[in-house]
């Protein structure tokens, strides 16, 4: 049997009792691993082991492979009406909204964030994504095509069958909300590993995915290793599609395992080193306050982090100064209290890799304006950071960081910020501060990335799509886009009067 996790909030931001398996979910049951392992969840404001959850092996993919099949042939897929699959996905919005408060202090307590940003944007965001994704689920429709008289010619959108999903451990639910809601109004099931990381709230998700009604085995969440069950999903051979997102050197791998096992579709939403440009004649103070924003949201761990912040020479100084005093108001601390902006880096890997790109700008001749160690001497905290003086060969203006590490970098004018800009093998998001609208157009359009703000960042919402161009990713999430990746096209041809 597994292991109950139950844990007694009691925090300035959330107070109650949580209870709940660790199991893997298979089947709409919970169940230990076939080789009764299990990966102990670290808490990463002190390092210190909050629970442990049972390990997926790849024979668990097999088995949770051939519990989403039977599923998709029976009760899913077109077995159940987009009403249906409405519907269910309408209940399970509602149960999360229900339980919001619960799900926010999961995220804060295994990943690190703070609890009122979970509660108002990664749970607010979660809950809009399945409602916004139900409301297509008895809309995915074909097209009749005129073709002669003689023929009647339509297609299909059939859902693709049993789909596998591998997501992050910087935003856990938002990111399986992402996943599961264009799979599940198209039609899918779903073989789900969430990150080792961060599994409680995908574990809670189970929970009330029962109570929501959902059919045993549309849903499967395995949690494992990537290396293992990550790997066991994106080579299954009864896996028709996969759906990664994490970093662009992971992406290559799971790309490398669908390629040589049955060339199943894939989907990436990978790394990003996203330009902020900021001109002459923007808000100082706003610009200000979006670039922090930008760069220490979610502590850097955002893959559309604005980490090359690039200032227009003539008001360089002044940004500068503002934007250093900016930093160091931020307030980094316990995830529950109220006041702080940034809790602990997600792990210990996660801390010595940032604070050895750290070392390497110090070492490399970039000046530290601010930050650059490590706050305090319990749990994985690090000090917001601010580098100038850099050129482009450096790691930390060409690497992804994905930490609470920024490069402010001058630039003299339109030509010379996009040549900048643009000098990355990234193409996730950008930004542009202005207010001139033929300036800020402009720029958008000539910046090479799937997404471009203008006077703000990391402002996303279910119906716009999100991706990236060049090493940032395949495909897009988010909005009708996203439906385009969990069906098959389907051309009939129905004969009406032709003789041979």
């Known amino acids: 049997m597994p ?45 210190k082991v909050v629970t442990s959850v049972s390990e997926a092996t790849p024979k668990d993919v097999d088995i949770a492979v051939e519990a989403a099949q039977k599923a ?49 944007a990664d749970i607010a ?29 339509y297609t299909r959108h059939e859902p693709i069958g049993v789909v596998g999903q591998i997501i992050p451990w910087n935003f856990p639910l938002l990111m399986m909300s992402w996943k599961l809601g264009p799979a599940l109004a ?46 066991a999903i994106s080579s299954h051979m009864k896996i028709e599609k996969v759906a990664f997102t994490g970093s662009t050197l992971v992406g290559r791998k799971i790309m490398e395992s669908a390629a ?94 940032i604070m050895s790109y750290i070392e390497s700008g110090k070492q490399a001749g970039a000046k530290v304006e601010v930050g650059g160690e490590r706050q305090g001497t319990e749990g994985y905290f690090i000090q917001p950071t601010v580098f100038t003086n850099v050129d482009p060969s450096m790691k930390i203006v060409q690497e992804e960081i994905f930490g609470p590490v920024g490069v402010v970098i001058k630039f003299k004018d339109e030509d010379d910020v996009i040549k900048q800009a643009n000098d990355t093998v990234y193409g996730l998001a950008a930004a542009v501060f202005t207010q001139n609208l033929n300036r800020a157009i402009n720029t958008a359009h000539r910046l090479k990335a799937g997404t471009a703000w203008v006077n703000c960042v990391n402002s996303l919402n279910a ?8 090493q940032s990713g395949i495909g897009r999430e988010l909005g009708e886009y996203a439906l385009h990746n969990y069906t098959s096209v389907k051309a009939v041809h129905v004969n009406l009067g032709h003789k041979m």
């Open 260 to 353: 040589k096992s049955n060339l199943k579709n894939v989907t990436l939403e990978l790394g990003g080193k996203s330009p902020n440009i900021i001109f002459d004649d923007a808000d100082l103070e706003q610009a200000v306050n979006w670039a922090a924003f930008g760069i220490f949201y979610n502590h850097g761990q955002t893959c559309c982090a604005g980490s090359r912040i690039f200032v227009q020479e003539g008001i360089y100084d002044e940004f500068l100064k503002r934007f250093t005093e900016k930093t160091r108001s931020i307030k980094v601390g316990d995830p529950f209290a109220p006041e702080t902006f940034q809790g602990p880096q997600v792990s210990e890997i996660q801390f010595n890799r």
């Open 72 to 120: 998709f042939d029976t009760v899913w897929g077109l077995n159940a009406p987009g009403a249906t699959r409405s519907t269910l996905m309408g209940k399970l919005a509602t149960l999360m909204q229900e339980n919001a408060d619960e799900l926010a202090a999961l995220e804060a307590l295994d990943n690190g964030k703070t609890f009122n940003f979970a509660r108002n």
């Open 463 to 470: 119906n716009v799509p999100f991706g990236g161009f060049k």
């Open 186 to 231: 198209c039609g899918n099931t779903i073989v789900l590993k969430p990150s080792e990381f961060t599994p409680l709230t995908a574990i809670k998700m189970c929970h009330l995915m029962n109570e929501a009604g959902f059919p045993p085995g549309v849903i499967n969440v395995l949690t494992g290793y990537g290396g293992t069950t990550g790997h």
């Open 3 to 47: 292991s109950v996790f139950t844990h007694e909030f009691n925090t300035p931001a959330f107070k109650g009792k949580v209870s709940f398996s660790t199991g893997l979910f298979i089947n709409g049951q919970f169940v230990d691993g076939s080789d009764n392992t299990t990966i102990d969840v670290i808490n990463p404001t002190n390092g």
């Open 125 to 153: 965001g979660s809950i809009d994504c399945i409602r916004y994704y139900a409301g297509w689920a008895d809309k995915v429709t074909g097209q009749v095509l005129e073709t002669t008289e003689a023929k009647l010619t």
